[in-house]
């Protein structure tokens, strides 16, 4: 289960996911509802492992250290 089988099966984008999950305020509640009940129903559990990599550079360099 990725982020984007909840996109589509929420019939959101993959920001919209992303920033549900993140608690970012510019969604709206009736968006967000939606959401999470997609991600309850599918149980997508995000990967933390992938969040770190892609959203921390530093990260990356110590992998390869």
Do not use: F
């Not at 990725?2 to 019939?11: F, H, M, R």
């Not at 510019?26 to 967000?32: C, F, K, N, T």
């Amino acid at each position: 289960m990725t982020i984007k089988d909840v996109a589509k099966y929420s019939g959101v984008s993959i920001t919209t996911i992303s920033r549900v999950i993140n608690n970012h305020p510019d969604v709206r509640e009736e968006v967000r509802a939606k959401v999470w009940k997609a991600i309850d129903e599918l149980h997508y559990v995000p990967n933390g492992s992938a969040e770190t990599n892609s959203h921390h550079p530093l990260q990356k360099e110590k992998l390869c250290l």
